[in-house]
Nanobody, 117 residues
């Protein structure tokens, strides 16, 4: 079955960096765009970044644009989110997501990112 496993979260001071990873299995990874979402306490889940199947096209939420980079390695079935210049408002659980069509999608378990001094 489809499985998405995030890693790389943690606690970091403002201005720091983290690189999140999402290892995918159970579907043809190279055929699907991939997404990173985040959900902060008391807030709705928001789309942070998207990357096309081949990796040539990316989109970012305004809140992370210029500070984050989404990338993927189709040979390793892994998508990444490099986050720099982290702010307190980046504190959230970050989720990997794939939309598989016909209304089906899959989520990872999430990885916590905490930005605090």
């Amino acid at each position: 079955q489809v499985q998405l496993v995030e890693s790389g979260g943690g606690s970091v001071q403002p201005g720091g960096s983290l690189r999140l990873s999402c290892a995918a299995s159970g579907f043809i990874f190279r055929a699907y765009p991939m997404n990173w979402y985040r959900q902060a306490p008391g807030k709705e889940r928001e789309l942070v970044a998207t990357i096309s199947a081949a990796g040539g096209t990316t989109h970012y939420a305004d809140s992370v644009k210029g500070r984050s980079t989404i990338s993927r390695d189709n040979a390793k079935n892994t998508v990444y989110l490099q986050m720099n210049s982290l702010k307190a408002e980046d504190t959230a659980v970050y989720y990997c997501n794939v939309r598989l069509g016909l209304g089906s999608q899959s989520w990872g378990q999430g990885t916590q990112v905490t930005v605090s001094s």
